[in-house]
Structures are given as structure tokens and as C-alpha cells.
């Protein structure tokens, strides 16, 4: 079974490509929400979390505090190493048992996505990736439009952070355009006759 990885800077479109992939009959690991539920629920992960990152990262009620979290990592590569170095092991190894349901069920390929596929070294237990491409200042408006709690500077600063769209392309194995030079759904169509055929 073929493990496709979907990728793309924040705005770019890849959940939007996800969920056409989806409506086809693929599997898809949403790596952002399954790590939000590994967070919230795995205790060995939420123990090395208080320690690493103090009491306020979960709520009184034992909820993940996104917010405390997110203030506590913003832009201090030491801090968000050390928080990915927590989380991604985990997500890697739920990602593993998901992937050996799906194979369990015969499906001829599934589809990871996450907005850090190569910073996170997913990448690497991926056959073959897809980056989802649209230039920066559509992605920008996009993003203004989607995530009202968003600023213009909150989006620049999660843009800089991200791999850059030239190297996303060049390490790419396949790329959606997404940026209105042409339709998307063939785009999709073509890819899963590729992988469907192995
Ligand atoms: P990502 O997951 O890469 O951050 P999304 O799939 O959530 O991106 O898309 C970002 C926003 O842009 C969403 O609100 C989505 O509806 C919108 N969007 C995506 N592709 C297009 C498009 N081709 N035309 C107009 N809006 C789009």
C-alpha cells in the first residue's frame, strides 16, 4: 500500500485537495487534528508537557490550553524543537498503527497530510509527496478570509516559519497548482489513477 504525503504552506489549499482525495475513497491521516487528539488524551505526552512547558498548558478541567501553548513556542526555535521532539515521535507511531488498519483493509493507498511534512521528518515514512502550490500573497488573503482570529502579521510570522515554496517544489514529487492557473479536480483525478495503478 502506497503512503502519499500532502504538504503546502498554510493557505495553499492542501485540506481543500485532502477532502477531494477523501471524496474519491482514500484514506486520510490529518496529522494536525490527530495530534491534537494525542495531545489531549495521551498521558505520558501531556505529563512531559506540563514539565517541559508549565501547569498552564492544560486547563483546570484537563483540556490542552492551544492558546498557553502557542505563546509559550512562538518564536523560539529552541521551544518549538523541544515540542515537536515530544509530539512528533507519537504522531509518527499513531500514524504507523492507522496505516497497518488501512493496509488490514486493502486499500490501495493512503494519504497523509500535514502543513510540516518535511520539517517534522514525516517525509520519511512517505513513498511519494504532493505540495499543494499557491503563490504567498494569495495564500496570505486566503488565510485573512478563513481564520478570523488571524492577523496580517500572525500570517506573515507562520509563513516565515514554513519551508519556503521553492524548496517545497523542488523536493516534490508531484504538485497540485492551486493558485487559479488551472482547475484542481483534474489535477486530483490524474493523481489517484497514478497511485490507484501502483
Ligand atoms: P491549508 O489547509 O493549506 O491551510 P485550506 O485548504 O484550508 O488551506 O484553504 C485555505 C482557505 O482558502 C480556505 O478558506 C479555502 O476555502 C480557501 N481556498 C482554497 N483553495 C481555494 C481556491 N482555489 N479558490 C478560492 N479559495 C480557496
Known sequence: MRRIGITGGIG????????????????????????????????????????AFGAETYTPEGLLNRTHLAQRVFGDAAQVALLNSLVHPRVGADFEAWVATQAAA?????????????ESGAYRQ??????????????????????????????????????????????????????????????VLALDETFRQG
Open 12 to 51: 495553499s489549499g492542501k485540506s481543500i485537495v485532502a477532502r477531494l482525495f477523501a471524496a474519491l475513497g482514500v484514506p486520510v491521516y490529518d496529522s494536525d487534528s490527530r495530534a491534537k487528539g494525542i495531545m489531549a488524551t495521551d498521558l505520558g505526552l501531556r505529563e512531559q508537557l506540563l514539565a
Open 106 to 118: 486493502g486499500q490501495p493507498y493512503i494519504l497523509k497530510e500535514a502543513a510540516l511534512l518535511y
Open 126 to 187: 512517505l513513498d511519494r509527496i504532493i505540495t499543494v502550490f499557491a503563490p504567498p500573497a494569495v495564500r496570505h488573503a486566503r488565510v485573512l478570509h478563513r481564520d478570523a482570529h488571524r492577523s496580517a502579521a500572525d500570517v506573515e510570522a507562520i509563513m516565515r516559519q514554513q519551508l519556503s515554496d521553492e524548496e517545497k517544489l523542488a523536493r516534490a514529487d508531484y504538485v497540485v497548482y492551486n493558485d487559479d492557473s488551472q482547475l484542481v479536480l483534474p489535477q
